[in-house]
């Protein structure tokens, strides 16, 4: 079973407010531990929505609208992700509970969702072969950069 950490912004994030060198070391070792424990998949932190852009769809059939960022209500937004395999639910809180404060000062606030694996939305054995064969072209291509 594979879940998303999804770690909240904040003002503090949004406004581009680096983390401290204690928080770093703190995740670091943390990240080591699920290393360690073979079931980390990625971990990143995102750039502040200043930079980013939003694609929207408004309505079906119509041309998708671009909008550049900033966006606002930090709380809705993502400030970073933790993706990890675990064989339970438990365990993935288990794993969620002991990531430190992921903004080092009191804001943090971690979203863990359970990410959906293919088979449990494709019923269609052709579709399923084609998704394979995807896979592991990308991981091929891994391979070589």
Known sequence: MRFMMIVKATTDSEAGVMPSQELIDAMQKYNEELVKAGV???ADGLQPTSSGIRISYPEPGEKPKVMDGPFTEA??????YTLIEVKSREEAIEWALR???PHGYGQGEIELRQVF???DVVANPESLAKEATLRKQVKEQKKGW
């Open 40 to 42: 980390l998949l990625a």
């Open 75 to 80: 709380k809705e937004l993502i400030a970073g």
């Open 99 to 101: 990531m430190p404060d």
């Open 117 to 119: 694996e293919l088979e």
